[in-house]
C-alpha cells in the first residue's frame, strides 16, 4: 500500500520520531519543573494544573517530573534488552547452524529448555534470584529473550550455508570464521533486525512489568508508578493514567516503527502478513 516510496518515507518519519524520542529522555530529567523523588504532604493527591501540570501522587510528588525522569531508564532498558537478547542469540544461532551436528543439537535443547517456560515467569524467576534493580530486570529479561533471535537465526544458517557463494568460498580455502561473518551473516542479519524492532514494544512492556511487580528499577520509572498509584485510583487516578499513557504511546510507536522495517527490509513477510 503506497508502493515502496511510501514505506521507506513511513520508516523515515517513525525512525525520526524515535530518535527524537531517545533524544528527548536523555535530556527529560533536566527538563523536569520539580525534583522527582521530593515528597511534600502537604501538596499530596492535587490534581492536575497550576505548578503540577499532571497533578502529584499519594506523597506529593509531581507526575510530570517523574513521568520525564522515567523515561531514559524505560526506553533505553528497552532498546538494551533487544541489543543483548539480539547479539547473543545471533551469535548462539549461527554457530549452531554453522557447526551443525552434536553442537546444534545440544544449542537446540538447551533453547528448548528456555522456551518450556512462559517468559514472564522465566524472567520473574530471574530477576528475583538477581534481586531488584535496573540491571538485575534487563539481564533478566535478556536471559528469557535471545532464544528467538537464536532459532530465527540458525534457520537462515542453515539455509545459507548450501548456497553455492558459501561453497566457492569454502572452496577457495576460507576459514570458517570468514564464511561467517562475510556471507552468513550479512545475509541472516536482516530478518533477525526486523525481528528486534517488532520485539521493542515487547521488551517496553516486559521491564515496566518487572517493575511494576517491584522487580527492575527505581520508583520513578513508569511500571513502578503504576504500582505505587494502584492503591489510589479512586482517589485520584492521574496517579495511574497518565504513567499509563506514557507506556502506551512509547510501546505504539515501537510497533510502528517495527512494521515500517518490516515492511521495508522484509516486504515478503509483510505480504504474508496481510494476506493471512
Known sequence: MGGPTGTKRKLAAYLSLFLLLCVFSLVAGKLAPHDAEFVDLAAAKQAPGGAYPLGTDGLGRCIWSRILAGASSSIFASLVIVVISLVVGCAVGIVSGYAGGVIDEIVMRVVDVFLAFPGIVLSIAVAGMLGPGLKNGVLALAATGWTQYARLTRSYVLSLRQEN????????????????????????????????????????????????????????????????????????????????????????????????????????????????
Open 165 to 276: 557463494y558459501v561453497r566457492a568460498a569454502r572452496l577457495n580455502g576460507q576459514t570458517g570464521l570468514s564464511i561467517l561473518i562475510r556471507h552468513i551473516l550479512p545475509n541472516a542479519i536482516r530478518p533477525v533486525a526486523v525481528t528486534g524492532t517488532l520485539h521493542l514494544s515487547g521488551a517496553m512492556l516486559g521491564i515496566s512489568g518487572l517493575s511494576f511487580l517491584g522487580l527492575s528499577s527505581s520508583s520513578a520509572e513508569w511500571g513502578s508508578m503504576l504500582s505505587e498509584g494502584r492503591s489510589l485510583m479512586q482517589q485520584c487516578p492521574w496517579a495511574v493514567l497518565y504513567p499509563a499513557l506514557a507506556i502506551f504511546l512509547v510501546t505504539i510507536l515501537f510497533n510502528l516503527l517495527g512494521d515500517s522495517v518490516r515492511d521495508v527490509l522484509d516486504p515478503s513477510g509483510a505480504e504474508n502478513t496481510l494476506k493471512d
